[in-house]
């Protein structure tokens, strides 16, 4: 039963290279128009969140490389810390990361099919949302202090 | 079953799964990051070189680096079919992708295994 579904399924999306372009499918995913409930929203924050941290690589690498390359590049990179306006972005930049990491996790956890009732998926989302805002404050904390 | 949903016949799980195992390496190298972080706390230049440039932890690094460009590869590559709707322009952008994704691990690369642990660095 399974295998004869994967098998259709192969011989389908070999035609449907062929046919993609004739058949309309209807498709829906202009963000605007869609219901959130909270599992969606975890779910669209976790793409919005990986493509921020794809497109921040650059500076990461070029961060990193300053940071390592003498010690008053290192002394630089630690002094844009000082400035509101950077640590507010790192801030946001971290949020993106610890939300992409939880979420990540907890799509694992469902991967290995683990909290995947709807009310349990309800609960890991919140969980998520929580500590990806938990662990940006505790970040906060320390710049500040 | 299991290894027939491996082979080229279904790249889609190819796919999944490589997004699953690159996900894991870069969540075992983020907490391991943290954990360093945390005991060693480096808190001036020459703290940070001797967190930077222990051998494994560079190796582990590009291992990061690697599992994140076949992950990012993936990922945007899924936005892209989602929000592309145009096949030339899609093509065009999953080429500039991946030229971005060589260049940055070849960046990387060089970072962990030439720059971060050249000797040099320690005696300027
Ligand atoms: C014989 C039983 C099952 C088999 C062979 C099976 C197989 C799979 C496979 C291959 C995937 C990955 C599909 C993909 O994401 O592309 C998957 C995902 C998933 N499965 Fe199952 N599954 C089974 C039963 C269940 C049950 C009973 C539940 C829930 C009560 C469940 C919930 C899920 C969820 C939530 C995902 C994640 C979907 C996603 O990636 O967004 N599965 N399963
Ligand atoms: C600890 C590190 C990470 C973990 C645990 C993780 C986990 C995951 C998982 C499980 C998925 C699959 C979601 C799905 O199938 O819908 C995913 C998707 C994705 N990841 Fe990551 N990831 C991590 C780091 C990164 C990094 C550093 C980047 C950027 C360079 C990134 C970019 C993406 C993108 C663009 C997607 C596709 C999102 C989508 O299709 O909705 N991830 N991540």
Redesign the pocket.
């Known amino acids: 039963m399974?295998n004869n579904n994967l098998d259709n399924n192969a011989q389908n999306s070999q035609k449907s290279k062929q046919q993609a372009a004739k058949r309309n499918r209807p498709k829906n995913l202009n963000l605007f128009t869609i219901r959130m409930p909270i599992n969606a929203l975890v779910s669209i924050l976790h793409r919005v969140t990986g493509c921020v941290l794809f497109v921040i690589l650059p500076l990461l690498l070029l961060l990193l490389q300053l940071s390592l390359s003498s010690a008053e590049h290192y002394a630089m990179v630690v002094n844009l810390l000082h400035s509101l306006f950077i640590k507010l972005m790192l801030l946001g930049l971290a949020w993106a990361f610890f939300h992409h990491f939880f979420a990540g996790i907890r799509?694992l956890a469902?991967?290995v099919?683990w909290m995947?009732?709807l009310m349990k998926?309800r609960f890991t989302s919140k969980a998520v949302l929580g500590l990806g805002v938990l662990a940006t404050l505790m970040l906060a904390i320390i710049l500040w202090s | 079953m299991v290894i027939e949903?491996l082979t080229k016949r279904y790249p889609?799980?190819r796919a999944?799964l490589m997004q699953r195992l690159t996900a894991l390496v870069m969540a075992i190298y983020s907490v391991m990051a943290l954990g360093r972080i945390l005991l060693e706390q480096p808190s001036d230049y020459e703290a940070w070189l001797s967190f930077s440039q222990p051998w494994w932890w560079r190796v582990a690094s590009l291992l990061f680096w690697i599992s994140l460009s076949i992950h990012a590869w993936l990922g945007i590559r899924d936005v892209f079919k989602d929000y592309v709707p145009n096949a030339s322009v899609r093509g065009l952008l999953l080429k500039l992708l991946v030229v971005m994704l060589w260049v940055y691990l070849a960046w990387a690369t060089w970072l962990f295994l030439a720059y971060a642990g050249s000797a040099d660095l320690v005696l300027r």
Do not use: C, F, I, N
Request: glycine letters at 8%; a negative charge.
């Open positions: 399974q799509h469902m991967d099919h995947t009732t998926a | 949903l889609g799980m999944w």
